[in-house]
Nanobody, 118 residues
Framework: QVQLVESGGGSVQAGGSLRLSCAAS????????MAWFRQAPGKGREFVGQ????????AYALSVKGRFTISRDIANNTMYLQMSDLKPEDTAVYYC???????????WGQGTQVTVSS
């Protein structure tokens, strides 16, 4: 199994920045992709972006492209989400998830709240 712990959430004004972290432990050698999702109040879970763990290649949802950056530190088994130019519509609980090769999103973190005020 892989355990995930997110951190770094908080409250910020529109236009501000935050950096989220997702620390992985356990069977980290099995990680193929790590991803960020978010869920706003009353809405479904939305894909934010992902990174191929080995190659380090990121991909983003159109809603965050150009404002958010995903990176990873393999030595510390940690993925980051640098969020800039935040908007009130970015307010959500942010979750990280892991995909193992040949599988789907098998493991999820507990989430961290991000609140953006106008």
């Amino acid at each position: 199994q892989v355990q995930l712990v997110e951190s770094g959430g908080g409250s910020v004004q529109a236009g501000g920045s935050l950096r989220l972290s997702c620390a992985a432990s356990g069977r980290t050698f099995s990680i193929y992709i790590m991803a960020w999702f978010r869920q706003a109040p009353g809405k479904g879970r939305e894909f934010v972006g992902q990174i191929f763990w080995g190659a380090g290649k990121p991909a983003y949802a159109l809603s965050v492209k150009g404002r958010f950056t995903i990176s990873r530190d393999i030595a510390n088994n940690t993925m980051y989400l640098q969020m800039s130019d935040l908007k009130p519509e970015d307010t959500a609980v942010y979750y990280c998830a892991v995909v193992q090769r040949g599988s789907s999103y098998d493991y999820w973190g507990q989430g961290t709240q991000v609140t953006v005020s106008s």
